[in-house]
């Protein structure tokens, strides 16, 4: 198959990338490099520079290659930023959906991947949070990729575009290989941000807030690794000619911060100065995926479930790689 990758230069984009060549699969990574980077996206990939707002940008792509699905990475994905500029969010990364989802229309593809988030639930009634959740978005960020979610169902009942939704938990590790990873400016993330401290990037990490409900006062986060996620999408791609489907993404089992710092501080063997500050707005205590769904259907099974090896990925990638992709 021919795949477009948007946001192909990004994190979790560059990885399927990876994943899917090493499958077989050709993929034309289209990417703006807002956030993305040029050395991120595979060799054996087609590169275009170009931005989803640009629609004859988007046509040109889909005129020149036979595009037989899409996965949909390209977006603005920050909680915080989006409650300050929620119009980026609620405006461009929905727009940019659009345009994205016009043209793939409009060239007859019928299977589309769209990475979605865990921030659809902000107010869960039950843990771990299945696919028959409420949604509450936390957030301009999550509000958007619900408008894309029922947008997508729309395509299906119009257009017979067979979509799948994958509504990641928290992502992080690097690609096995060493060769990608998390390469974030600035970088919000808790595992990056505690690796830079072992690093001597940071002098500590501050910890935003000790005193939420759980074990031990800070947030528990379920951690997937990023190659994980990429199976879970080659998986659900293979199987849209069965149907439309959505999916959340997790390993069923949470983490709090503390534990995490715990993690780093044995993979790297430095102490990792900790100090706990004001909780951050917006982060609920507690969220772990049930991904049951998507093993009973599709046979998915993490490779890589243990939060000491997703850290070991990470470090491996962040010690080789202090400056990112400019190493
Ligand atoms: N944290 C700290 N200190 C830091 C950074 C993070 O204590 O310096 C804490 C956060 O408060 C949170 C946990 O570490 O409790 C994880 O934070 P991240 O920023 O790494 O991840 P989030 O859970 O906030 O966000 C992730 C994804 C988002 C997605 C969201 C869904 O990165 O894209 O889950 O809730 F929208």
């Not at 990876?18 to 040029?38: A, K, P, W």
């Not at 019928?110 to 869960?124: G, H, K, V, Y």
């Amino acid at each position: 198959m021919n795949i477009l990758v948007t946001g192909g230069a990004g994190y979790i984009g560059s990885i399927v990338a990876e994943e899917l060549i090493r499958e077989g699969e050709s993929v034309v990574v289209f990417d703006n490099l807002y956030t993305g980077h040029r050395a991120a996206v595979p060799p054996e990939a087609i590169f275009v520079e170009g931005d989803l707002a640009d629609r004859a940008a988007v046509k040109a792509v889909f005129d020149t290659y036979e595009i037989d699905a899409v996965m949909h990475f390209a977006s603005y994905t920050l909680v915080g930023e989006s409650m300050e500029q929620p119009f980026k969010y609620l405006g461009d990364n929905v727009t940019n959906g659009l345009n994205l989802l016009q043209e793939a229309v409009a060239h007859g593809v019928r299977r589309f991947i769209l990475s979605s988030t865990a921030n659809l639930f902000d107010q869960p009634e039950r843990m771990p949070i299945d696919e028959e959740e409420r949604i509450v978005p936390g957030s301009p960020y999550g509000e958007s990729k619900h408008i894309l979610e029922r947008i997508l169902h729309w395509m299906d009942r119009i257009f017979g575009l067979r979509y799948a939704a994958l509504r990641y938990f928290n992502a992080a590790g690097a690609s096995p290989t060493g060769e990608r990873g998390e390469d974030h400016d600035p970088e919000t993330h808790l595992i990056p941000r505690v690796l830079q401290v072992a690093l001597g990037q940071r002098d500590k990490i501050v910890i935003f807030g000790d005193d939420y409900p759980t074990r031990d006062g800070t947030c528990v986060r379920d951690y997937i690794h990023v190659v994980d996620l990429a199976q879970a999408h080659i998986l659900a791609l293979r199987a849209l000619d069965h149907g439309s489907r959505t999916y959340n993404l997790g390993n069923g089992r949470g983490f709090t911060v503390k534990e995490v710092i715990e993690t780093c501080r044995e993979v790297t063997g430095h102490p990792i100065p900790a100090e706990v500050g004001p909780r951050r707005p917006g982060d609920p205590a507690v969220l772990v995926a049930s991904s049951e769904k998507i093993r009973r259907e599709l046979g998915w099974e993490p490779k890589y479930p243990d939060l000491r090896t997703i850290v070991e990925h990470a470090w491996e990638w962040h010690r080789t790689h202090p400056h990112g992709y400019e190493d």
